[in-house]
């Protein structure tokens, strides 16, 4: 089983930027794709971005893309997202998992248990 802890999320003003960090550990990290997920209030989780294993793709929602950064140091079993020129409608609960593909990602298929997730709330 895969375990995830996210952290890095805070509060901040609209156009600001945060660093998210999820650290993993269960598995061979270096054998899965990784994702970062949203949940706002009231709303459904939704996929956000993704890498792939070998750190040569990624793919954005097109809400983030050209803002955030998904990123991953297989050394240290973690996976950020870079999030710059942040916007109130970015404010949600952040996830990360692992999953067999980014596309299985982008579906929402994944391996690992849900962890708490970090908060992101973005003022206006």
């Known amino acids: 089983q895969v375990q995830l802890v996210e952290s890095g999320g805070g509060l901040v003003q609209t156009g600001g930027s945060l660093r998210l960090s999820c650290a993993v550990s269960g598995r061979t990290f270096s054998n899965y794709a990784m994702g970062w997920f949203r949940q706002a209030p009231g709303q459904e989780r939704e996929f956000v971005a993704a890498?792939?294993?070998?750190?040569?793709?990624?793919y954005y929602v097109r809400s983030v893309k050209g803002r955030f950064t998904i990123s991953r140091d297989n050394a240290k079993n973690t996976v950020y997202l870079q999030m710059n020129s942040l916007k109130p409608e970015d404010t949600a609960v952040y996830y990360c998992?692992?999953?067999?593909?980014?596309?299985?990602?982008?579906?929402?298929?994944?391996?690992?248990?849900w962890g708490q997730g970090t908060q992101v709330t973005v003022t206006s």
């Open positions: 998992n692992a999953g067999a593909t980014i596309w299985t990602l982008r579906e929402a298929r994944v391996i690992g248990s």
């Open positions: 890498i792939t294993w070998s750190d040569i793709s990624t």
